[in-house]
């Protein structure tokens, strides 16, 4: 079935050190929207990207969306030890349905 | 309530049991949904309701799961003949309006079960 891929499954870094994820699919994707779920936690929504090539910026996060609206990041520049969480990307393959599928995220870890 | 409600958390039952799961959308959202949730993995689509209807079911594994949202508010997910397969954490989550009107999805806290 259709499906979003994120890459990498894990990453570990230093204090500091920036971070980004990917979420490819080999269809186009008509919205994608990052979530972030803490360890223990449930998925809490981030942003929504809509339009090709768009970029979007929340403090030291910025999102993007391809320009064929196949894939988006996740860059996370100089990581504190409250990023610490899995992020996942999400989205709608068809606006007529109701179901959002979510990849199965990029897990981070931050050594302090 | 501020947020999804969702009850029980934790839920252990024996293969075979049956078991209901209850949700408590966010006030005045009249999309709601549930996923399922297994370790390491992302959300699974479950079903979607728009209002009191089931507007998209197509994410139920069979016909042991069933769920109902009656009077458009609260929700409950039903799982007959559990099997251990079963077990996973099944989140709800609500939004203000549907897919189409893409918003963000709010997410309760999630029922854990466990089915021995």
């Known amino acids: 079935g259709q499906q979003v891929m994120q890459i990498p499954q894990y990453q570990h870094v230093q204090e500091g050190e920036d971070f980004t994820t990917y979420c490819n699919s080999s269809t186009t994707l008509s919205n994608i929207q990052w979530y972030k779920q803490r360890p223990g936690g449930h998925p809490v929504f981030l942003i929504q990207?809509?339009?090709?090539?768009e970029v979007k910026k929340q403090k030291r996060l910025t999102f993007q969306f391809g320009e064929a609206k196949k894939n988006s990041s996740l860059h996370i520049t100089a990581t504190q030890t409250t990023d610490v969480g899995t992020y996942f990307c999400a989205t709608l393959f068809n606006t007529n349905a109701g179901k959002s599928t979510f990849g199965d995220g990029t897990t981070l870890t931050v050594k302090p | 309530g501020a947020g999804v409600s969702q009850t029980p958390s934790n839920k252990v039952t024996e293969k075979g049991k049956y078991v209901e799961l209850r949700c408590d959308p966010i006030?005045?959202?009249?999309?709601l949904y549930w996923y399922r949730q297994s370790l390491g993995q992302g959300p699974e689509f479950l079903i979607y309701f728009q209002g009191t209807g089931a507007a998209d079911d197509s994410g139920l594994p069979n016909d042991r799961f069933f769920a109902v949202r009656p009077e458009g508010s609260v929700s409950t997910l039903k799982i007959q003949r559990t099997e251990r397969g079963d077990s996973a954490v099944y989140l709800c989550a609500s939004s203000l309006n549907g897919p189409l009107n893409t918003g963000e999805l709010f997410f309760g806290e999630g029922s854990r079960l466990t089915v021995l």
């Open positions: 990207l809509v339009k090709s090539g």
């Open positions: 006030s005045g959202h009249t999309a």
